[in-house]
C-alpha cells in the first residue's frame, strides 16, 4: 500500500458556511483520488451505526490493502465521550484511514467553538507534521454577501460576476448562501465554459422562475416604481395570493415608514447621522438604525445584526423620505379600506382592482394635489 506523506490523514472543516464546506470536501476527494486511486468511503451516520462501533471500523485495518476515507458530518452533536474518543484517535490515526471531520458550528469571535476546542483543533492546525489540516469557512455576514460571491464564484464555476451583478442576484434571491449557490449552479448549466455571470444571464434564468413577494411590492410602490410594481402583481398572481394578507404585507410597511417619519421629526440628527455614514459595519449607521428601527416597530433593542438587512439594504429611511406624512395617512386609509372592502364583499380582490389600488400609490403625489385622491 502506497503512502503519500504530502496529503494529511486528517481534515476538519469547521464554520457554518455549507457552501464553502462542500466545495472543501470535493477538493480533499478530489486530492485523494488523484493521489492514491480508488479509495472506499464511509459516512457516519448517527441514526444506524453507534460511534464506538464506527472507531473501530476506523482501527480495523483493510483487508484488502486499500486507503479509506471516513467522514463525519456534524460533529458538533456528538456526545461529550464520542468526542474524547475521536480526539484520541486523531493522535494517532491509523495509516490507511483518512479522516474527513466537518463541524457545522458558528464562532463566537476569535475563539473556538465548542467542539472545535474538544477536539483540540488549533492545536493541531499548529502542528508542523503535516498531518492535520484545518480550514475554517465562516458565513460571511449580510452585508458582506456581495463581496463574498465577487471571490467565490471563480472558485466555484471558474467565472466571474461583478459586485453590482452580485448584489442583484442578491436582491433576486435573498442572501442565504445556499439559495445564492443553487441559483448558480442553474446559471452555470446555461451559459457557456468561462462566460461571466451577468445581469441580462441572472434575469433569465433566476427572474423568469422566481416567484416575487409581496415586500418587493412594497418596496416598488415606496420607490414609485409603478411599472416595477405591476411585474411583481403579475408574478403574485400566478399563485395563489391572497389578498388580505398581501394588504396587510403593504400596510405593516406604510405604518413603519410613517413612524420613520415621526421619529426623524423629533430626532433629525440620528437620522441625519444614519444616512451620511458610511462603510461596512459602520458603529454609527448600526447604532442609529437600531434607534430608527425600533421607533418604527421593524427591530427590537436586541436586533443589531438584523439592522443591515432590514434598515439598511432595504432603503427604508430614504424610503420615507419620498412621501409627505399627509400622503402616507392617505395610502394607509386606502389600504384599510381596501381591506374592508374584500372582507366584507365590496371588493373582490382581483388582480385589476390590486393593480389600480398601486396606481393611486405610485401616484398618490399627484392625486393628492389634484383633489381626486378620495
Known sequence: MSQNKELPHIYILTGDDTVGRERARQKVMSSLVASYGEVTIERYDQSAVDFIDFIERILTPSLFQENRVFIINHAQNLSDSALKTL?????????????????????????????????????????????????????????????????????????????????????????????????????????????????????????????????????????????????????????????PVMVAALFRHFWALFRIRCFAAANPHVVKRFLNARGFNNPDQVECGLAIGCAAGLLTENDQRKVYPVMIASGIVTQAKKFTDKELKLIMAWLLDFDTGIKTGRIDGSQQEVQLLCFKIARVTELARDGIAA
Open 87 to 243: 480526539s484520541g484517535l486523531l493522535d494517532t490515526p491509523p495509516p490507511d484511514a483518512f479522516i474527513i471531520i466537518e463541524i457545522d458550528e458558528e464562532k463566537k469571535g476569535k475563539s473556538e467553538s465548542k467542539t472545535a476546542k474538544k477536539l483540540n483543533v488549533e492545536k493541531r492546525a499548529a502542528l508542523k507534521d503535516g498531518s492535520c489540516a484545518v480550514m475554517d469557512f465562516p458565513k460571511p455576514p449580510e452585508y458582506k454577501t456581495g463581496q463574498w460571491l465577487v471571490t467565490q464564484v471563480p472558485l466555484f464555476f471558474e467565472r466571474t460576476i461583478t459586485k453590482a451583478d452580485a448584489d442583484y442576484l442578491i436582491d433576486l434571491v435573498g442572501s442565504d448562501i445556499d439559495a445564492l449557490y443553487s441559483e448558480l449552479q442553474k446559471i452555470d448549466i446555461h451559459l457557456p465554459p468561462g462566460a461571466p455571470v451577468d445581469r441580462d444571464t441572472i434575469t433569465e434564468i433566476v427572474g423568469a422562475s422566481r416567484v416575487m413577494t409581496v415586500f418587493e411590492l412594497a418596496s416598488a410602490l415606496s420607490e414609485r416604481q409603478l411599472p416595477r410594481a405591476l411585474e411583481i402583481i403579475n408574478s403574485l398572481f400566478k399563485t395563489n395570493v391572497y389578498a
